[in-house]
């Protein structure tokens, strides 16, 4: 195998193609680990305002561990996987509290913090420290297995045993930080999942899938994703300038944001075409002589990674004079009364966001 020509092309064509990005000028521990924790499962044209946001807001460790996680919540507003940002939280928290502020300074101390991975930890230890230890992930495995020609099932536990493997035996001692963001970097411009431009690609001529034509076969994931579709019909209530709201508390999607009251139902067919006559609020509230109006004929529709959710939105509107009923139905379902004004400081799903913008 031409590990040193693999190596050496690498770093000679990392300087001359690599992005600018903020968190490759430095060695600090903490804008390395918050970087990584942001691009997880996030393009970095998308992540990268939630960058400078978390920065701005919480420039060191000290100020993410002491803030409120509703602020944190409602900085990552947008990125989703929400559970990123309440391990962000867990864990500069136990750093802080734990460590004195000081991050672990080697790949095993590294995934003992919470929400770190062994590319994470893999990431911090190279970048921030240069120890030489090889990153996995999608890019590398792409870059690895079309190069060598490992037919291997990257979601298997051999696959994976086999490229973390390989990818030790390739990084240089005197240089782990370069490699590992050349070789991520490569992936991310030149080796792309799709019609990579391998007339241009500086391995071309010692590529296995590229003189074997299997650079569309490469590498191999079997792992399928089983998505579930949900259907929501949320119910927005309004009383002069109040809404009802709700905390997730529950283990599931969106834990720790706000959105409105809502029954989940099994089908499709029972958040579309409502019809008024047709619609059941909950029973307290048609005391209130409630005034409702429903959304839009169509559903919103939000993707997450295994989920794919329809959601539809009635709009209830109460008379001042049932303020008391309204209090004590809210109290005992654990939801809150906030006046409209705060809605927009709250962190809220994406979905919710787009009803409100729709609405208003």
């Not at 990268?48 to 002491?66: G, K």
């Amino acid at each position: 195998m031409s590990f040193n020509y693999f190596t050496e092309n690498l770093l000679r064509w990392y300087p001359l193609h690599r992005r600018n990005l903020p968190w490759r000028e430095t060695n600090s521990p903490y804008i390395i680990w918050l970087s990584e924790i942001i691009l997880q499962q996030t393009r970095v044209a998308q992540g990268l305002p939630y960058f400078h946001a978390f920065i701005e807001r919480f420039p060191t460790v000290v100020d993410l561990a002491n803030a409120p996680q509703e602020e944190i919540l409602r900085t990552w507003q947008g990125l989703g996987y929400y559970s990123r940002a309440r391990n962000l939280h867990s864990c500069a928290q136990s750093i802080v509290n734990e460590r004195n502020g000081e991050f672990p300074d080697n790949y095993k101390a590294l995934l003992k913090l919470k929400g770190v991975g062994p590319y994470t930890a893999a990431a911090i230890a190279s970048f921030a420290f240069k120890e030489q230890v090889a990153v996995l992930d999608g890019n590398v495995f792409r870059v690895l297995s079309r190069y060598f020609g490992l037919d291997l099932d990257i979601s298997s536990n051999n696959g994976k045993k086999a490229f973390d493997k390989l990818a030790n035996k390739l990084i240089p001692k005197e240089s782990p930080d370069q490699y590992n963001q050349a070789i991520m970097e490569f992936g991310a411009l030149q080796c792309v999942p799709k019609n990579p431009t391998c007339n241009q690609c500086p391995l071309s001529s010692k590529c296995y899938a590229f003189q074997n034509a299997l650079v569309n076969v490469l590498p191999v994931n079997e792992k399928k994703v089983k998505i579930k579709s949900r259907y929501f019909l949320y119910f927005h209530i309004q009383m002069d300038d109040f809404t009802v709201v709700r905390k997730r508390e529950e283990k599931d999607i969106w834990q720790g944001l706000i959105d409105f009251p809502l029954e989940e139902y099994s089908s499709p067919e029972d958040i579309i075409n409502i019809e008024p006559d047709s619609l059941e609020l909950p029973k307290e509230l048609n005391y209130m002589q409630p005034h409702y109006n429903i959304s839009s004929e169509k559903p919103f529709k939000h993707l997450l990674t295994h989920q794919r959710i329809f959601a539809s939105f009635v709009n209830i509107k109460l008379k001042a004079k049932y303020r008391e009923a309204l209090e004590k139905w809210v109290e005992k379902n654990n939801y809150a009364l906030v006046n409209e004004s705060s809605l927009e400081s709250l962190g809220k799903p994406k979905l919710i966001v787009h009803y409100l913008n729709q609405k208003n």
